[in-house]
């Protein structure tokens, strides 16, 4: 925004639907408005089916009026969602909005002991701290019964040793606290340990197989 000097903003559409099926206004509310003039788009479950409630994430469904010859109904785009009332903006658009844009792929998840992992949710909380410079989530399976998640990560330089403590617990309670209670061993990785990636991030590593 400072080199163009001009607000960005976050869109999505897609090659079978449309270019543009959902937009962030310039109020830049954290989430991206669905434009309900042309889409209804749904939440559901992905494993069930059911329908999720405001502040659930699901797999966005979406049924388009645009397409005549071809309709989509209903149509599972594996994007991970999270649906919040339209008075989350200030902007006066009566349309619903996904807080944070598109999330994640539903085909990404995790199942850790009974509860689903997003690596993009993860990264999404790890990304309200700061002092966070780059991480890394492994996934191992301890004597091939209880599996285990580890978040990894590097601070940024001349971070005081002496704050590691306290952004550990506040890194370990945020990640608790929106899914739902699962513990993260949450670990600090020593400054140039962790990759680097120049295009697509590969941040998880999967080794309960191994």
Same mark, same amino acid.
């Given at each position: 925004?400072?080199?163009?000097?001009?607000?960005?903003?976050?869109?999505?559409?897609?090659?079978?639907?449309?270019?543009?099926?959902?937009?962030?206004?310039?109020?830049?509310?954290?989430?991206?408005?669905?434009?309900?003039?042309?889409?209804?788009?749904?939440?559901?479950?992905?494993?069930?089916?059911?329908?999720?409630?405001?502040?659930?994430?699901?797999?966005?469904?979406?049924?388009?009026?645009?397409?005549?010859?071809?309709?989509?109904?209903?149509?599972?785009?594996?994007?991970?969602?999270?649906?919040?009332?339209?008075?989350?903006?200030?902007?006066?658009?009566?349309?619903?909005?996904?807080?944070?844009?598109?999330?994640?792929?539903?085909?990404?998840?995790?199942?850790?002991?009974?509860?689903?992992?997003?690596? +993009? !949710?993860? /990264?999404?909380? &790890?990304?309200?701290?700061?002092?966070?410079?780059?991480?890394?989530?492994? =996934?191992?399976?301890?004597?091939?019964?209880?599996?285990?998640?580890?978040?990894?990560?590097?601070?940024?330089?001349?971070?005081?040793d002496a704050d590691w403590a306290g952004l550990q617990s506040r890194v370990g309670t945020d990640l608790a606290d929106n899914h739902e209670g699962l513990r993260f061993n949450?670990? +600090? !990785?020593? /400054?140039?340990? &962790?990759?680097?990636?120049?295009?697509?991030?590969?941040?998880?590593?999967? =080794?309960?197989?191994?």
């Amino acid at each position: 925004e400072e080199m163009w000097g001009a607000k960005c903003g976050d869109t999505a559409g897609m090659t079978e639907i449309g270019t543009i099926m959902i937009f962030e206004c310039d109020k830049q509310p954290g989430g991206t408005h669905i434009i309900e003039d042309h889409f209804i788009e749904e939440v559901l479950d992905p494993e069930t089916g059911e329908p999720c409630d405001y502040g659930q994430r699901g797999e966005r469904v979406v049924t388009s009026f645009g397409r005549g010859f071809i309709p989509l109904i209903r149509y599972r785009t594996k994007d991970l969602v999270m649906k919040v009332p339209h008075t989350h903006c200030s902007c006066g658009r009566t349309g619903d909005l996904y807080e944070g844009g598109i999330l994640g792929r539903v085909d990404d998840m995790k199942l850790i002991r009974g509860t689903n992992v997003y690596p +993009r !949710a993860v /990264e999404a909380i &790890l990304r309200e701290h700061p002092e966070i410079e780059e991480f890394q989530i492994v =996934l191992t399976r301890v004597d091939n019964i209880r599996d285990e998640i580890t978040v990894q990560i590097e601070l940024r330089p001349g971070f005081p040793d002496a704050d590691w403590a306290g952004l550990q617990s506040r890194v370990g309670t945020d990640l608790a606290d929106n899914h739902e209670g699962l513990r993260f061993n949450v670990e +600090r !990785a020593a /400054e140039g340990q &962790l990759p680097r990636f120049e295009l697509k991030a590969k941040r998880l590593q999967d =080794l309960r197989n191994q």
